[in-house]
């Protein structure tokens, strides 16, 4: 069983930044792929950035170049570096892990970009 609690969410002008972070807790010895993944009502959740055990990463293509996704093995966090933020990335961002083939999700973090 591994849990997710994000944290770092709120609310910022467009061109601000923020900082989304992810503690995970539990079997983390189990856990590889880690990432953060967004909603807005009435649309589907889609990936913004993944990070595996071995560092690869992989970005959506509306945040590359703006986005920064990292993970720090020794603290079992990943955290999503969010820079010259836009109206659209207003959402809520789920964590998520994936340990054994199963996939886990925190409870998400609201994030607003509004003047």
């Known amino acids: 069983q591994v849990r997710l609690m994000e944290s770092g969410g709120g609310s910022v002008q467009p061109g601000g930044s923020l900082r989304l972070s992810c503690a995970a807790s539990g079997s983390i010895f189990s856990i590889n792929a880690m990432g953060w993944y967004r909603q807005v009502p009435g649309k589907q959740r889609e990936l913004v950035a993944g990070?595996?055990?071995?560092?690869?990463?992989n970005y959506v293509d509306s945040v590359k170049g703006r986005f920064t996704i990292s993970r720090d093995n020794a603290t079992n966090t990943v955290n999503l570096q969010m820079n010259s933020l836009k109206p659209e990335d207003t959402a809520v961002y789920y964590c998520?892990?994936?340990?054994?083939?199963?996939?886990?999700w925190g409870k998400g973090t609201l994030v607003i970009v509004s003047s």
């Open positions: 990070i595996t055990s071995g560092g690869r990463l």
């Open positions: 998520t892990a994936e340990a054994r083939a199963r996939e886990y």
